[in-house]
């Protein structure tokens, strides 16, 4: 039986805060600019709270199957079959979701740091460290989360701050940004972003029962709201519209503007601090989801053997993408439009297959 | 054996820790710190680079003033494009050129009245290596020309001196400080349009070492533009004044005393001496240390088919100098000074929106205020406000409060016998 022994609200949180959070260094914030226009800020609320209503879904079918992890309740409620198709999709999402943003990483790490420098030695480094991180578990996963969390967070913070001075209020004008319908929708589209919060479910035996998870759940996403809210709030007010939608690695150009005089300015290193750190977490624990589903679908007690082979495909994978416009309007848009599916809708059949065919503690349903 | 395979791979990832895959020596690489564009002849653009010659990098060869004077030079190349010109000059430089520090980006009058100036900026501001804080620059003349010049005159190096010259901004106003993504974020808008430091060569022609004396006429000291101050000296590069464009076309300039107004209502204005006729006595002068503490007001509304700018501005003042001996201390001759120096404010500012409009190119941000009048991104884009702002009506209100009198509160004149009968 795979144990991932038990973790604390606190390594909980910040576990899948940073898995959440880690998209504002990439791409994610340009493309909702292109969408949304300087509605980005708000808009991600709106994607928070709908994403809020998905983990309502996920909190009831734990609460339906009471020491079960997702994997184990896809099989209880659909059956054998159908469990095994559910808990396929979802493992192989995952592991779409870590070796695309793997990709993303190297190749936006391309851009501003490593120019010279090939995909697979870039990725190479990645890899080796999701390896022995994956080695490690979840609990020493999580308490790293909650080491890194504090100087990751004030480093964040000062970023923010310091870029104050090319802050203009003005920019949140048009307040509507490209309309309120479009804001709306793509508010209910995106709200895959939050979509990690899923790994409360894959990992349930380690949260030490429902009562917290519902905890963790609702703080993590208010907490990932906010960080992401506040800072697509400080690139709008940095960057004009139509500015913000051309720019890659919003952070990192946000820092670079940072300019207190010859002695204070040239502070991107702190950026890429926190992103490297924050992408490593993300891709590791989403690619970990990865390996403990494709554990319980075959039954398979050692995990080593998976993470090694695991690691070799999101390695290849990452790899062969042809360039970075596939990555970004292609791979990320397809999981940024259809993750809430997999995320949140899959659950929600799942719950509502359970009623109807009366599975799972009704005292709890 | 597990300890073994532990060991064997943490050796492999400390060999390759030694340091980056793409590493380049800094002795192997040219800091560009300055970069030139004027039209080419050869070729489309010529581009010019300046760079330390790092002749004293291999350490000892220091005056006896200590941390000798960096060399520079520079090259320049006609070239299809920015990149292929980097390439092109590669082949006969020895080291690597590298732009990640460099300050200045020049561009040629010819070249910014050409209107080619965006098919240039938007390539660099694309490259990775220079910096979106580098400062923008069109220079009267050659910028080939300008390099040349740009030597550092106070100082060991060009880029802290330059950096230096460009913070007077904030203690004069004479000139804007532009960078490469005020200037691109300018190019790209609907509604604003981009703007550049003036800079040129002295050539010292303006100085009049010789003629009458100087009576009673009077100048502000801001009614330059930049090659023309009277002055002389070793440094001939001097920033004075604002070029104002249309979209990536240079329409007209600004001077010194132009730029201070419009740096006013941008809510950029920090410091300045500005001089002004007596009041009382006008053949002679009063000069005042003004601050813009507090954020201009500036309302744009689009009911009727113009729109209408209301502008409301609050400046502080101290005196500096009173050369008549008035005693405009005193509350009654404060108000009195405090009035004329608000009319002389809002003139300018009037003048020079004029000025602005007829080139139709809102240089003040005034697009920025009438935004909020637009609830979508389409709307205000399908309105255009670029095309409106030549047919604004536009108001101006000026407050000038003279907080303080410098280190006297009665000034008298010297004595004199004639006076005095």
Redesign the interface.
């Known amino acids: 039986m795979i144990e991932e022994g038990k973790l604390g609200v606190q390594e909980a949180v910040w576990l899948i805060t940073i898995a959440i959070i880690s998209k504002v260094f990439f791409s994610g914030p340009t493309t909702m600019v292109a969408i949304v226009g300087n509605a980005d800020w708000y808009v991600t609320i709106l994607s928070a709270a709908i994403a809020m209503i998905g983990f309502v879904f996920i909190y009831l079918l734990l609460k339906r199957f009471p020491e079960k992890d997702i994997t184990e309740i896809f099989n209880l409620s659909l059956g054998r079959f159908f469990g095994f198709i559910f808990s396929g999709i979802l493992a192989l999402y995952m592991l779409f979701v870590s070796s695309t943003r793997l990709a993303e990483f190297s190749e936006v790490f391309k851009v501003y740091i490593l120019p010279l420098s090939p995909n697979w030695y870039i990725i190479g480094f990645f890899i080796v460290s999701v390896f022995v991180l994956s080695r490690l578990g979840l609990e020493s996963m999580a308490r790293f989360s909650k080491l890194a969390a504090y100087p990751m967070l004030t480093g964040l913070i000062v970023v923010l701050a310091l870029s104050a001075r090319n802050y203009n209020i003005k920019n949140i004008y048009p307040i509507l940004g490209h309309g309120l319908s479009k804001t709306i929708t793509t508010g209910i589209m995106r709200s895959s972003i939050y979509g990690e919060i899923i790994i409360l479910a894959i990992f349930a035996k380690a949260f030490q029962g429902i009562k917290y998870i519902r905890r963790e759940g609702i703080i993590s996403i208010g907490l990932s709201a906010l960080i992401i809210s506040a800072s697509l709030l400080a690139f709008t007010l940095t960057f004009p519209y139509y500015i913000a939608q051309e720019l890659l690695g919003l952070v990192y150009q946000m820092a670079e503007l940072i300019d207190y005089g010859p002695f204070f300015q040239r502070i991107e290193p702190i950026t890429l601090f926190i992103w490297i750190i924050s992408a490593l977490i993300s891709i590791t624990i989403i690619f970990y989801s990865f390996v403990l589903i494709f554990c319980k679908m075959f039954k398979i007690q050692d995990k080593k053997p998976i993470i090694l082979g695991g690691v070799t495909i999101i390695y290849a994978v990452s790899l062969i993408h042809k360039d970075i416009t596939t990555i970004i309007f292609r791979n990320i848009d397809f999981m940024r439009n259809l993750g809430s599916i997999v995320f949140f809708i899959l659950p929600l059949l799942t719950l509502i297959v359970a009623a109807i065919r009366k599975k799972g503690d009704r005292q709890n349903a | 054996m597990r300890k073994v395979v532990a060991a064997f ?1 943490l050796i492999i ?1 400390m060999l ?1 820790l030694t340091s ?3 590493a380049i020596e800094i002795n192997n690489m040219l800091h560009v710190v300055a970069i030139g564009v004027d039209r080419g002849v050869s070729d489309k653009w010529r581009l010019t680079l300046q760079f330390p010659t790092i002749k004293g990098s291999g350490g000892g060869s220091q005056s006896s003033g200590g941390g000798g004077q960096e060399e520079y030079t520079h090259v320049t190349i006609d070239a299809p494009s920015f990149f292929a010109g980097i390439n092109m000059l590669n082949a006969s430089l020895p080291r690597r050129l590298t732009f990640m520090h460099a300050q200045i980006i020049v561009f040629s009058e010819e070249l910014a009245k050409s209107g080619l100036i965006d098919e240039y900026i938007t390539s660099i501001h694309r490259f ?1 290596e220079i ?3 580098a400062h923008m620059l069109i220079v009267k003349g050659k910028a080939d020309e300008f390099l040349k010049e740009n030597e550092p005159f106070i100082g060991n190096l060009v880029a ?1 001196s330059f ?1 230096m010259l460009i ?1 007077e901004s904030n203690n004069t106003g004479f000139f804007p400080r532009v ?1 490469l ?1 005020d200037f ?2 300018g190019l ?3 509604y604003r349009q981009p703007i550049a430091t003036l800079t040129a060569i002295n050539d010292f022609k303006s100085f009049q070492k010789e003629g009458e004396p100087w009576e009673t006429g009077f100048k502000t000291g801001g009614d330059y533009i930049a090659g023309k101050l009277p002055r002389i000296g070793k440094n001939k590069i001097e920033l004075f004044g604002t070029a104002l464009f249309d979209g990536g076309t240079m329409v007209g300039e600004l001077s010194g005393d132009e730029t201070r107004y419009m740096l006013m209502v941008r809510d950029e204005f920090e410091r300045g001496f500005f001089t002004m006729k007596d009041p009382k006595e006008q053949e002679m002068i009063i000069a005042l240390d003004v601050r813009g503490p507090t954020k201009p007001k500036i309302k744009v509304t689009l009911d009727d088919t113009v729109p209408v700018i209301h502008l409301k501005m609050h400046l502080n003042a101290d005196i500096l100098a009173i050369q008549s001996g008035v005693n405009y201390e005193h509350p009654k001759l404060k108000v009195l000074l405090e009035k004329e120096f608000q009319q002389i404010i809002k003139n300018g500012i009037e003048k020079v929106v004029r000025k602005c409009q007829n080139l139709n190119t809102d240089v003040f941000m005034f697009g ?2 009438a ?2 009048n ?7 884009e399908n309105y255009n406000w670029n095309s409106h702002f030549e047919d604004a009506k536009v108001t101006v209100e000026v407050k000038v409060a003279i907080r303080r009198t410098g280190t006297q509160i009665d000034g008298q004149l010297a004595r004199d016998t004639e006076r005095d009968e």
Do not use: A, G, P, V
């Open positions: 791979i990832l390759n980056c895959y793409d990775r910096r979106q804080s802290k950096q913070n960078t993504e691109y974020s790209k808008s609907s920025d205020h935004i909020k637009f609830l979508t991104i389409d709307d205000l």
